[in-house]
Nanobody
Framework: MQLEEQGGGSVEAGGSLRLSCTAS????????MGWFRQSPGNVREGVAA???????LYADFVKGRFTISRDNAKNMLYLQMNSLKPEDTAMYYC??????????????????WGQGTQVTVSS
C-alpha cells in the first residue's frame, strides 16, 4: 500500500485524536502533503497541508484546533486534532504528490491518496 492512514476512531466532543499517514519511499513527497476529509453528501475538502520545509496551511474551520506535522526521515505525516466537534465527523484522507506550484496546498490536485480513516465525534 502506498499510503495508509491510521488513528481514526470515535470520541466525544472536545476530545482529541492523532492521525498518522505512512508513505512509501515512492509516494512520500518532497512537496506538499496534506489531509483532506469528506462526509456523506459533501465534497472532499482540504483540512491541512505542509510542505517539505515546514510551511503549513490550514482550513479556517480547523485553525487553532488541528496541527499538521511530518517526519521526513520516517516518511510520516501526522494530524493532531484537538477540541473536536461533531461537525469534524468525516472520513479523513492523506494525500501526497501535489501536482502544481510549490508550497503547502489545500486544493485536491494530489497524485496519491490513502483509503481513509473514519473520525466520528459525538455530541
Amino acid at each position: 500500500m502506498q499510503l495508509e492512514e491510521q488513528g481514526g476512531g470515535s470520541v466525544e466532543a472536545g476530545g482529541s485524536l492523532r492521525l498518522s499517514c505512512t508513505a512509501s519511499e515512492y509516494t512520500f513527497s518532497s512537496g506538499s502533503m496534506g489531509w483532506f476529509r469528506q462526509s456523506p453528501g459533501n465534497v472532499r475538502e482540504g483540512v491541512a497541508a505542509m510542505d517539505y520545509v515546514g510551511t503549513t496551511l490550514y482550513a479556517d474551520f480547523v485553525k487553532g484546533r488541528f496541527t499538521i506535522s511530518r517526519d521526513n526521515a520516517k516518511n510520516m505525516l501526522y494530524l493532531q486534532m484537538n477540541s473536536l466537534k461533531p461537525e469534524d465527523t468525516a472520513m479523513y484522507y492523506c494525500a501526497t504528490g501535489f501536482r502544481g506550484a510549490p508550497g503547502a496546498r489545500l486544493d485536491p490536485a494530489y497524485a496519491y491518496w490513502g483509503q481513509g480513516t473514519q473520525v466520528t465525534v459525538s455530541s
